[in-house]
């Protein structure tokens, strides 16, 4: 059998593309005399990482004409005084999502802030009720890395429906929404995780692959089975560079189409947290 002519996908192109929609529907809202959506970032801390992402997300948030504000609170901050503050934005009519930046210190535990978010600004989607919406298909703000997965497969037009789906990872923010939005779009799902035995053979089964495990260049080139949608989440700095869970290279001419570690998945992400903070937005003011 021949190669197979790879498709790289562009996330970046369709994430431009999502977001100049949004834009217009903001300006709409402002033109009307209604106020721009507002997310609030938090940060605790200083970690480098954590600081480039927030700054990405409220630039991603100005280029679309929606208002951010950040709070960057000290890194011995207490539980209480942040819990405190989460309750102070709850309250705040003037805001729509609020993101808590992840990792949070040791001191502070990060299930007892997600449910101190009101479920209905959780634009991580991290509260159990937001976890449970999804589960029971009726969820508005859905995780943002799953919603990127599930747009790039649709604009790639993948067919979902049948396809055996492959997820590597089962962590609350990845593995396990992408495994649930795949199977309520008809996907029959295997989801692996560190203890899954052969992981070579259930994922040479995969229609569809989605490798979440930081593990760098994990999958081989034939782990992967001829004419696969490879949606590459992971994301890990090798000798100072991003390389994704797929060994990409190896997975060129097999893959029907696959993500790169940059312009791939990230920006589908971030994208997706805007849209959850302009939907967050319109169901509160019922537009
Ligand atoms: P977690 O560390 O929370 O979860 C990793 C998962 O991978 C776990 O379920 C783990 O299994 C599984 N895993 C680890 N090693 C193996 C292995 N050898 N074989 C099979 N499964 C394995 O990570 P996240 O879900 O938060 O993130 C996953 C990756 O996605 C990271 O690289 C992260 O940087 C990236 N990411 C990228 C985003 C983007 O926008 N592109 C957004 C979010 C994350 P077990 O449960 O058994 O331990």
Redesign the pocket.
Known sequence: MGEIDTVVVNGLELANELREDMAQQIRTIVEEGGRAPCLVVVLVGDDPASRSYIKGKQRACSRIGMDSREHLLPGDTSQSNLLSLIKDLNADEGVDGILVQLPLPDAIDPDVIAETIDPSKDVDALHPITAGRLLRGNADLISC?PLGVMAVLERCGVAIEGAHAVV????N???KPVSILLQQANATVTL?????RD?AAVCRQADILVP????PR?IKGDWIKPGAAVMD????EVDGKLVGDVDFEAAKGVAKFITPSRRG??PM?ITMLLRNTLMAYQMRSGS
């Open positions: 890395t590597i990872g089962r962590s923010i990845v593995g692996c995780h560190s203890r899954t992981l979440a495990t930081g593990r994990m989440v992971g994301v890990s998945i990230g992400t």
